[in-house]
């Protein structure tokens, strides 16, 4: 039986979850002349996949095709998280199911991947006696090397956080997708040092890639079909292209801005331009970095979706300076309301923390009422997971009982589910834009789809197809999705 909180936290997140779920296979199309066998795994953020993607390009060209089956593997790799412990045991559980088939096929070489491997290095091969390499996110580029290395019975590991590495000039195959939405990254790393994160240290230091790759790369994927890209980064707002380095390199700021030839606003300008047809999204921001001229960029260009995953963490400013949040609930709001302002009709959605170190009463009340004023769209609702090597786990006692921050969470997810009621129920009535992805999970003579907002949609499949812009008119809708029928094609098509 499922806790309540699961349950209820699957209903909102079912809209935000991409196709491709939590720890499944990734599979590309077979390369000629290949012979070996990878199976990869990712698991946490949508940047994890785009690595994956990465990844498997690197080593399609060292001979390697993937594969869904892992008894058929010569390498296993899986891409890890370190953002919660959870998400850390998990992975652990699957290297234990790894072992059991690496009995059978004793030649088979096994890999960790990512922000785990970063967090533990060489501590990885002595905890986990199964794993053969450990390789950090800058270091995939190195593979081959310790491919190598491990083929002549040694262990390899690379975990040295690059100041430079964006894989601008790796072109990513496309795993296990669709073929209609794909993801982009821009940037690598953050700099702003959250103390409830361990990203900065997982991932180095911020830097962003050369605007002309990542048009390169769009430009390419619409002539390959594709309807809808994400630009992806830990702080997407932040981007900055001045010709490469890092932002520590300048003086000042004014040095910085003579320097500067592209920020994110200008970005998504060009992206927008260079591709009117194709919808465009992007994630994640951060509420100190998001400014105006981003939300002017989204409301004059119609492919720039009209949807925010905006993270605020806590409702409370003293939790929020406590989290070294560079932003006040008040500053939070007054975004809010400029959002709104500019995008009448843009959705958000948040991530949210319960149970933060010293997080009282009165805090989480804060928390409740500023998603009151917000009322998000959908979000992602988390109890506190001390991280090691953070600065809340350096400093800060984890003093909020686990009971506590359970009935918390509750109380916040109860609320979310209340809220998204509410905007799902904007759409009665309404006819709106519809990009089909996928078949329905629940009715396989329907579609499924989202909405420029990143409200899941499904309705007869009639004679439409995948990756069509359809026009859908809203009967019905739940908490998580919307329900109508098709009336014709969108201008899109």
């Known amino acids: 039986m499922k806790k309540r909180t699961d349950v209820l936290k699957e209903a909102i997140e079912e809209k935000v979850i991409d196709e491709k779920k939590q720890g499944e296979s990734l599979v590309l199309e077979a390369k000629e002349g290949n012979?070996?066998?990878?199976?990869?795994?990712?698991?946490?953020?949508?940047?994890?996949?785009?690595?994956?993607?990465?990844?498997?390009?690197?080593?399609?060209?060292?001979?390697?095709?993937?594969?869904q089956r892992l008894e058929d593997a010569d390498l296993v790799l899986v891409n890890t998280c370190s953002i919660r412990d959870k998400a850390e045991q998990t992975v652990r559980k699957r290297l234990e199911k790894y072992n059991a088939v690496k009995r059978t096929n004793p030649k088979m070489k096994v890999g960790v991947l990512g922000c785990m491997a970063e967090r533990l290095k060489s501590k990885f091969l002595?905890?986990?006696?199964?794993?053969?390499?450990?390789?950090?996110?800058?270091?995939?580029?190195?593979?081959?090397?310790?491919?190598?290395?491990?083929?002549?019975?040694?262990?390899?590991?690379?975990?040295?956080?690059?100041?430079?590495?964006?894989?601008?000039?790796?072109?990513?195959?496309r795993l296990g997708g669709n073929g209609i939405t794909a993801f982009v990254s821009i940037t690598r790393g953050c700099d702003n040092m959250c103390t409830f994160c361990v990203v900065p240290f997982t991932r180095g230091r911020e830097r962003s890639r050369d605007p002309q790759s990542i048009l390169e790369e769009v430009n390419d994927l619409a002539t390959k079909g594709y309807k809808e890209i994400t630009l992806l980064g830990q702080n997407v707002d932040s981007y900055l292209w001045y010709g490469g380095g890092l932002k520590k390199d300048f003086k000042n700021a004014s040095e910085m801005q003579q320097a500067t030839a592209t920020d994110f606003a200008q970005l998504l300008e060009l992206v927008a331009t260079a591709q009117p047809k194709m919808r465009i999204r992007f994630s994640t921001s951060n509420p100190q970095d998001m400014k105006e001229d981003v939300l002017h960029a989204i409301a004059k260009h119609k492919n720039i979706c009209n949807y925010i995953h905006l993270p605020v963490q806590s409702g409370s400013t003293r939790i929020l300076k406590a989290m070294n949040r560079q932003h006040t609930r008040e500053e939070y709001m007054a975004l809010i309301d400029k959002v709104h302002e500019i995008i009448?009709?843009?959705?958000?959605?948040?991530?949210?923390?319960?149970?933060?170190?010293?997080?009282?009463?009165?805090?989480?009340?804060?928390?409740?009422?500023?998603?009151?004023?917000?009322?998000?769209?959908?979000?992602?609702?988390?109890?506190?997971?001390?991280?090691?090597?953070?600065?809340?786990?350096?400093?800060?006692?984890?003093?909020?009982?686990?009971?506590?921050?359970?009935?918390?969470?509750?109380?916040?997810?109860?609320?979310?589910?209340?809220?998204?009621?509410?905007?799902?129920?904007?759409?009665?009535?309404?006819?709106?834009?519809?990009?089909?992805?996928?078949?329905?999970?629940k009715n396989e003579d329907e579609w499924s789809g989202r909405t420029q907002q990143n409200t899941v949609a499904v309705f007869p499949k009639e004679h439409y197809k995948p990756g069509d812009f359809v026009m859908v008119k809203i009967n019905e809708c739940t908490t998580a999705t919307l329900i109508g029928e098709a009336v014709g094609y969108s201008e899109n098509m």
């Open 35 to 67: 012979t070996r066998k990878l199976f990869i795994e990712s698991y946490g953020c949508q940047m994890n996949f785009s690595d994956s993607e990465i990844v498997a390009s690197i080593l399609a060209n060292e001979g390697f095709n993937t594969t």
């Open 126 to 173: 002595e905890e986990e006696k199964i794993v053969d390499m450990v390789v950090g996110p800058d270091a995939y580029k190195d593979l081959p090397n310790l491919l190598k290395e491990v083929e002549e019975g040694r262990d390899a590991v690379n975990v040295i956080l690059s100041k430079d590495e964006t894989y601008g000039d790796v072109a990513p195959v």
């Open 344 to 441: 009448p009709d843009c959705a958000i959605s948040q991530d949210m923390i319960t149970g933060f170190p010293s997080e009282t009463e009165v805090d989480h009340q804060d928390t409740l009422s500023l998603m009151e004023y917000v009322k998000y769209d959908f979000g992602f609702m988390f109890m506190y997971s001390e991280r090691p090597g953070t600065m809340a786990a350096r400093k800060l006692e984890d003093d909020v009982p686990e009971a506590v921050k359970k009935r918390r969470l509750v109380e916040i997810v109860d609320l979310q589910q209340k809220h998204s009621a509410f905007r799902t129920k904007q759409f009665l009535g309404k006819t709106v834009e519809v990009l089909i992805e996928k078949e329905s999970k």
